[in-house]
């Protein structure tokens, strides 16, 4: 799915931050996860790869 949010979506809670932009390199959630953008990414499509 070309248009799953793989860099917005938080790896802990599930939750999707639209407001993410692209020089934003650490992911923030309100849940308290903070981690690295492209990490956060990677998770992602890994649990969504194993998913399908």
């Not at 793989?6 to 993410?20: E, M, N, P, Q």
């Not at 992911?27 to 492209?38: E, T």
């Amino acid at each position: 799915d070309r248009f799953y949010p793989s860099s917005k979506l938080c790896t802990s809670c599930g939750s999707i931050k639209k407001d993410l932009k692209l020089s934003d390199r650490i992911y923030k959630c309100s849940c308290g996860l903070n981690i690295n953008r492209d990490y956060n990414a990677s998770i992602n499509l890994s649990r969504y790869k194993l998913a399908i």
